[in-house]
């Protein structure tokens, strides 16, 4: 049923800066996750007509934390609402500090702008920041809605299709309507539909580990008081990320004045899921925390267990890590649908780099469309695979192409590679060749 986002209880409103001309130009976009919400936001933006579908009943906004690159962010000076959200919701006054396993600090607390300082680095414009996904996420919502976005839900896509002739791409909901565009924008993320038109289906692969993941009200530390007097906030009630290092794992924990998350890397137990309401019993973690490989000699420190004790029930998601090899493509043969985000290119929590690709993605194919016009959407979006993706030179015709300092290593030239043969590699003892070019 088509209807505009409710509010979620945000007084923002969405006014942006630099507003361009009607493209004439219609978008289709499919999801509603980070990279479907910026690409309606910069589609609108850049001029185009915009059309989002949803399959959820509504917007979800579970999840806990995940770290955003400082260029999805720079696309925010067009909207000076968004900004100062992003701005008094961000961790910009962290602290962080490091301990091993067994709870011997390795390193104290500092603040990251102190160590940022150290680095040489500007700590007004640090390379990203961890972030609350649910806190980042409303601030979208919210501006998708402010700008009045139709936006359907229950709407489960269940094949992509385009026609070349007329110029359309289009989609099938699974109650047989079909909706037609200029252009698909395929957000829907892992296991889109779309991806039977692109290219094939890209099967996921285990990786044979998982993380336990929580997030929940901090007034739940007040079961225990020694939890909670170790895992505190710093003077000024500043947040402080904690990471733990142990063989074979690793952990994190963030403590903020509202929430305390922690995650923790571990081997697969056979009851993780690639889903975010795969909830499990904290005995669980309690259990499979002393059985990890390497924790013979040396146990998790006995404070974290403590924390996973005072953990809320039906709170600890075991999400799966899943190995996705690169996709031969990105759009479909005549470039009427086109993946981002996790449709195109999927990345492991452990990476800290998917939401930063998903929004690139957003930014980028709504400035192609708006630049080529409605007259060369094709090629808008030919550009946008060139620009997102490392492909040969042959044939490109840029001048002084050679001149511009690339963004990947002097010398590099990508070669086709898959999780197969890297894990063959590493069980063979052999070091991962990265290609040629100077990776020093």
Same mark, same amino acid.
């Given at each position: 049923?088509?209807?505009?986002?409710?509010?979620?209880?945000?007084?923002?409103?969405?006014?942006?800066?630099?507003?361009?001309?009607?493209? @004439?130009?219609?978008?289709?976009?499919?999801?509603?996750?980070?990279?479907?919400?910026?690409?309606?936001?910069?589609?609108?933006?850049?001029?185009?007509?915009?059309?989002?579908?949803?399959?959820?009943?509504?917007?979800?906004?579970?999840?806990?934390?995940?770290?955003?690159?400082?260029?999805?962010?720079?696309?925010?000076?067009?909207?000076?609402?968004?900004?100062?959200?992003?701005?008094?919701?961000?961790?910009?006054?962290? *602290?962080?500090?490091?301990?091993?396993?067994?709870?011997?600090?390795? /390193?104290?607390? !500092?603040?990251?702008?102190?160590?940022?300082?150290?680095?040489?680095?500007?700590?007004?414009?640090?390379?990203?920041?961890?972030?609350?996904?649910?806190?980042?996420?409303?601030?979208?919502?919210?501006?998708?809605?402010?700008?009045?976005?139709?936006?359907? &839900?229950?709407?489960?896509?269940?094949?992509? &299709?385009?026609?070349?002739?007329?110029?359309?791409?289009?989609?099938?909901? %699974?109650?047989?309507?079909?909706?037609?565009?200029?252009?698909?924008?395929?957000?829907?993320?892992?296991?889109?539909?779309?991806?039977?038109?692109?290219?094939?289906?890209?099967?996921?692969?285990?990786?044979?580990?998982?993380? $336990?993941?929580?997030?929940?009200?901090?007034?739940?530390?007040?079961? %225990?008081?020694?939890?909670?007097?170790?895992?505190?906030?710093?003077?000024?009630?500043?947040?402080?990320?904690?990471?733990?290092?142990?063989?074979?794992?690793?952990?994190?924990?963030?403590?903020?004045?509202?929430?305390?998350?922690?995650?923790?890397?571990?081997?697969?137990?056979?009851?993780?899921?690639?889903?975010?309401?795969?909830?499990? %019993?904290?005995?669980?973690?309690?259990?499979?925390?002393?059985?990890?490989?390497?924790?013979?000699?040396?146990? $998790?420190?006995?404070? &974290?267990?403590?924390?996973?004790?005072?953990?809320?029930?039906?709170?600890?998601?075991?999400?799966?890590?899943?190995?996705?090899?690169?996709?031969?493509? $990105?759009?479909?043969?005549?470039?009427?649908?086109?993946?981002?985000?996790?449709?195109?290119?999927?990345?492991?929590?452990?990476?800290?780099?998917?939401?930063?690709?998903?929004?690139?993605?957003?930014?980028? /194919?709504?400035?192609?469309?708006?630049?080529?016009? !409605?007259?060369?959407?094709?090629?808008?979006?030919?550009?946008?695979?060139?620009?997102?993706?490392?492909?040969?030179?042959?044939?490109?015709?840029?001048?002084?192409?050679? !001149?511009?300092?690339?963004?990947?290593?002097? @010398?590099?030239?990508?070669?086709? *590679?898959?999780?197969?043969?890297?894990?063959?590699?590493?069980?063979? @003892?052999?070091?991962?060749?990265?290609?040629?070019?100077?990776?020093?």
């Amino acid at each position: 049923m088509p209807h505009a986002l409710t509010s979620r209880d945000s007084t923002m409103e969405s006014k942006p800066i630099g507003s361009y001309p009607k493209t @004439g130009i219609d978008v289709l976009i499919v999801g509603t996750g980070l990279a479907g919400l910026v690409a309606a936001l910069e589609c609108t933006r850049k001029g185009h007509n915009v059309q989002v579908l949803e399959r959820n009943a509504d917007i979800n906004t579970a999840g806990d934390m995940y770290f955003m690159g400082l260029s999805a962010t720079r696309f925010l000076k067009h909207w000076p609402e968004l900004l100062k959200e992003y701005k008094k919701i961000s961790l910009h006054n962290a *602290w962080i500090e490091t301990f091993k396993h067994s709870g011997e600090v390795v /390193i104290g607390p !500092k603040k990251v702008a102190d160590r940022l300082r150290a680095q040489g680095l500007d700590p007004d414009t640090p390379p990203g920041e961890f972030q609350m996904r649910p806190l980042v996420y409303k601030m979208f919502v919210s501006a998708v809605e402010n700008l009045g976005v139709s936006v359907e &839900f229950n709407r489960r896509v269940i094949d992509y &299709f385009e026609d070349e002739q007329t110029g359309k791409g289009g989609c099938v909901t %699974d109650d047989g309507k079909r909706y037609e565009a200029d252009v698909v924008i395929a957000a829907d993320g892992v296991g889109s539909k779309s991806q039977k038109l692109v290219g094939g289906q890209v099967r996921a692969k285990p990786s044979g580990r998982a993380m $336990w993941r929580a997030a929940f009200p901090r007034e739940a530390l007040a079961k %225990d008081p020694e939890v909670e007097e170790f895992f505190k906030m710093m003077p000024g009630n500043e947040p402080i990320v904690r990471t733990w290092l142990g063989p074979s794992t690793y952990a994190l924990t963030l403590s903020r004045e509202d929430v305390m998350v922690w995650i923790m890397n571990h081997d697969v137990t056979g009851t993780e899921k690639e889903s975010w309401s795969n909830t499990i %019993d904290k005995q669980e973690v309690l259990d499979g925390m002393d059985t990890m490989p390497g924790m013979e000699k040396i146990k $998790w420190a006995p404070i &974290f267990k403590q924390l996973v004790e005072v953990t809320p029930p039906n709170t600890i998601v075991n999400f799966e890590l899943l190995w996705r090899n690169p996709q031969p493509s $990105w759009c479909s043969p005549g470039a009427r649908v086109i993946q981002i985000g996790d449709s195109a290119h999927s990345y492991l929590p452990a990476s800290g780099n998917g939401a930063t690709q998903a929004i690139e993605d957003a930014i980028s /194919i709504a400035s192609c469309l708006q630049i080529g016009g !409605k007259e060369n959407i094709p090629q808008s979006v030919r550009v946008h695979i060139r620009f997102r993706a490392q492909s040969l030179k042959e044939g490109i015709d840029m001048k002084d192409e050679d !001149k511009f300092e690339p963004n990947y290593p002097k @010398g590099y030239k990508y070669e086709t *590679w898959s999780i197969e043969n890297i894990m063959e590699d590493m069980r063979a @003892g052999k070091a991962i060749d990265l290609g040629a070019g100077d990776w020093e």
